[in-house]
């Protein structure tokens, strides 16, 4: 996982989507009150605060690989208003607390780390006997469309000589290679499937927030002054491909990887 500058009140801003899933996905969570929870990569803690605000007798922790979001979150959701909920810069990949969790969640973060398996090993180790997992993540196939305009973007004479030597910087994973990996943990797969999705922004200008806020490992390797241009010719090329709907939202198709596990016994 690379330390990309993320700018976390411009993310916060162009996140409404993410949000919306976060909240789909702490319905499945089931928290009765009284759960210690485990937010993995929370961002900017909108995610978080909404759980903590269900827990009157138990805890959130949100934790973020980047010092920016942790700073926005504290900001936002300072311990005198929020008393159940703190924040810590951490590395998913080297979870390093002592505390254990009843419910671990995780929404739209796991596609950044190329390696998942330290990840599932940390969080076995931070589950409470029968804990429960929630992840969701991009998974194989995901924003297919844009991805295909970024090759071509990249490769174009105006923009390849930044990206000599570039790697496809994120992991979308399969259904049977991730039910190996949590069950190499000792995981108890309750739930694994691809989900097809659509990503609808408020036209061209969200989508070109969007990329500006999440495609760090493509435009900040852009000179700054060239970047809202980079971001442009990557909106026009993929509107060309894929034009704004009747209603002028500008959509992008994705695949997201769902899991729910529960942790049980190795043997």
């Given amino acids: 996982m690379n330390a990309y500058e993320w700018d976390a009140e411009d993310y916060s ?7 919306r899933w976060a909240g789909e ?68 990949r080297a979870l390093s607390f002592e505390a254990c969790f009843d419910r671990v969640f995780s ?29 969701r993540m991009g998974g194989q196939g995901d924003v297919a469309e844009i991805r295909a305009t970024m090759d071509k973007v990249t490769m174009s004479a105006q923009w390849s000589e930044y990206f000599q030597g570039f790697e496809f910087p994120y992991t979308f994973p399969g259904v049977d290679e991730y039910r190996a990996m949590l069950k190499a943990e000792g995981f108890s797969v309750n739930r694994l499937e691809l989900i097809a999705t659509d990503m609808a922004h408020e036209g061209r ?6 990329i500006r806020t999440t495609w760090l490992p493509y435009t900040q390797r852009i000179p700054e002054n060239l970047r809202e241009s980079f971001i442009e010719t990557v909106c026009s090329d993929y509107l060309d491909q894929v034009p704004l709907s009747a209603d002028g939202k500008a959509h992008v198709a994705m695949v997201l990887l769902k899991v729910e596990a529960n942790k049980s016994d190795k043997t």
């Fill in 13 to 19: 801003q162009h996140s409404d989507v993410q949000k």
């Fill in 25 to 92: 996905l702490i319905e499945r969570l089931t928290l009765t009150g009284n759960e210690a929870v485990l937010d993995l990569g929370c961002g900017d803690g909108w995610g978080a605060a909404q759980m903590a605000g269900t827990l009157p007798n138990g805890s959130v922790l949100g934790v973020d690989y980047s010092p920016a979001m942790i700073a926005l979150a504290r900001r936002r959701y300072p311990p005198d208003r929020h008393p159940n909920l703190r924040f810590q810069v951490m590395d998913a």
């Fill in 107 to 135: 929404n739209a973060v796991l596609h950044w780390v190329d390696d998942h398996r330290p990840v599932l090993s940390g969080l076995y180790r931070r589950l409470k006997p029968d804990g429960k997992l929630l992840l």
């Fill in 205 to 210: 200008a969200g989508l070109a927030g969007w």
